[in-house]
């Protein structure tokens, strides 16, 4: 079945630094979706990208669709510690409306 | 504020017990997921259903996990008999159709089996 892997699992910055997370799925992709997850809470939307080669920004994020639509990419820029949690990427393979999440990556961002 | 609402938030249950975890959808949401979270497996999808139809349940452990939608208001995820490595987070969610738009997820139900 389809997999969708991130790396690295878990990263740890001080407040400024840059941090990414990559997205890697089996299967091509039609859709890919961010989700963050604060501790002890739920995923929350991030925003979607549908198109090969798709990038989005949105303040100090950058989101990343690659031209194969089977990899993406979340790019903070000046990490704060409001960025701290759990970052999900999730897929739709095909045509279907399931939605696979990613095995997520943990960041936690210290003064 | 549209919401999904899960409950309980919290569940605490022997071993064996019957165990039935309720979401309502938001409104006009046509598309509800079950997820289960644990440290080990992440966010795993266990059902999900649109206009009320399970499409995909592959999964849930068939052969003691139910997953219904007995009217468009209320999805329900049941296990029977309960063991301890079900004690995870459920997350209900619900998307809008088409379904290629974001999931709205409830809090969760933190379920835990001794």
């Known amino acids: 079945g389809q997999q969708v892997m991130q790396i690295p699992q878990y990263q740890h910055v001080q407040e400024g630094e840059d941090f990414t997370t990559y997205c890697n799925s089996s299967t091509t992709l039609s859709n890919i979706q961010w989700y963050k997850q604060r501790p002890g809470g739920h995923p929350v939307f991030l925003i979607q990208l549908v198109k090969s080669g798709e990038v989005k920004k949105q303040k100090r994020l950058t989101f990343q669709f690659g031209e194969a639509k089977k990899n993406s990419s979340l790019h903070i820029t000046a990490t704060q510690t409001t960025d701290v949690g759990t970052y999900f990427c999730a897929g739709r393979p095909g045509t279907a409306s399931k939605l696979t999440f990613g095995t997520g990556t943990r960041l936690q961002v210290t003064l | 504020d549209a919401r999904v609402t899960q409950t309980p938030r919290h569940k605490v249950t022997e071993m064996g017990q019957e165990v039935t975890m309720r979401c309502q959808p938001i409104?006009?949401?046509?598309?509800v997921f079950w997820y289960r979270q644990t440290m080990m497996q992440g966010l795993e999808l266990l059902a999900y259903?649109?206009?009320?139809?399970?499409?995909?349940d592959s999964g849930m452990p068939k052969d003691r996990f139910s997953a219904e939608m007995p009217d468009a208001t209320l999805a329900t995820l049941k296990i029977q008999p309960s063991e301890p490595r079900d004690s995870a987070v459920y997350f209900c969610a619900s998307g809008p159709d088409p379904a290629w738009t974001e999931a709205f997820f409830g809090q969760g139900t933190r379920l835990t089996v001794v």
């Open positions: 259903f649109r206009n009320r139809a399970p499409l995909d």
């Open positions: 409104l006009g949401h046509n598309t």
